[in-house]
């Protein structure tokens, strides 16, 4: 399947649903964000963290409670994902894209979750992203994987409205652009092969195949 690369951001109508499956579904919770904590919990507490593409906050609290002396910044390019994120209080929020962030900012942790999807040049972004780490920093992205076809896509979608329930069409239709938007198995392979001290797992066990990528400097 061809990659659609869905650049724009969020439409206030998909925030509003993108918010009632992360926030009032704790099944949908628990797989979004289940093996970027997993990876979390082993690691040890850093000083500062920051947070690319943070949304509405939602991992953020997350991390605040696995580090809760670590100092938490979020960055996220879409004014109304950063109000939100802002409500949260548990961070520092920026209105700020990752190109725009100054490069002097510099973090032990940086995190990345569903976000590679969205742009157009993934191998830019990650470099971007790690010209951010300190010394001896650690980048940790998490995404999706493009299923191989379209009819292996609509299965997984299938899947997942049997365990989540029915949650509208603009959520399905979120889940299906995003999928058509994430790097393949492959793409991701030969992406991650070029770039030192990096590691890449493959999670398959749910309605969608993610990714962990791990970037030390
Ligand atoms: C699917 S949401 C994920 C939000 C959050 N990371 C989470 O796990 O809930 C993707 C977010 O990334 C933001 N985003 C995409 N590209 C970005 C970039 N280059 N710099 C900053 N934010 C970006 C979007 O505005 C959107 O809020």
């Known amino acids: 399947m061809k990659r659609i690369v869905e650049s724009e951001l969020m439409k206030k109508e998909e925030d509003k649903d993108y918010s009632g499956l992360v ?24 000083k500062n963290v920051l947070d690319i593409g943070c949304g509405e906050g939602t991992l953020l609290k997350k991390i605040s409670k696995i580090f809760p002396k670590a100092t938490l910044i979020g960055i996220d390019e879409s004014r109304e994902m950063v109000k939100k994120a802002k409500e949260e209080g548990v961070a520092k929020i920026l209105n700020s894209s990752l190109e725009e962030y100054p490069l002097e900012n ?41 299923p191989k076809s379209r009819e292996a896509l609509e299965m997984r979608l299938k899947e997942r409205r049997k ?37 890449i797992n493959f999670y398959d066990e749910d309605w969608f195949e993610r990714t962990l990528i791990v970037i030390k400097s």
């Open 163 to 199: 365990n989540l329930g029915h949650y509208g069409k603009i959520t399905e239709e979120i889940a299906r652009k995003s999928c058509q938007s994430a790097l393949a198995k492959e793409e991701l392979q030969r992406l991650i092969s070029k770039i030192k001290n990096s590691r």
């Open 23 to 46: 926030k009032n579904n704790s099944r949908a919770q628990t797989v979004m964000y289940r093996d970027i904590v997993r990876f979390l919990t082993n690691e040890k507490e850093p």
């Open 106 to 146: 510099k973090f032990e942790m940086i995190l990345c979750n569903l976000v590679l999807h969205h742009q157009e040049n993934p191998e830019k972004f990650i470099t971007d992203a790690t010209n951010h780490l300190t010394k001896e920093g650690i980048l940790i992205i998490n995404d999706l994987v493009r």
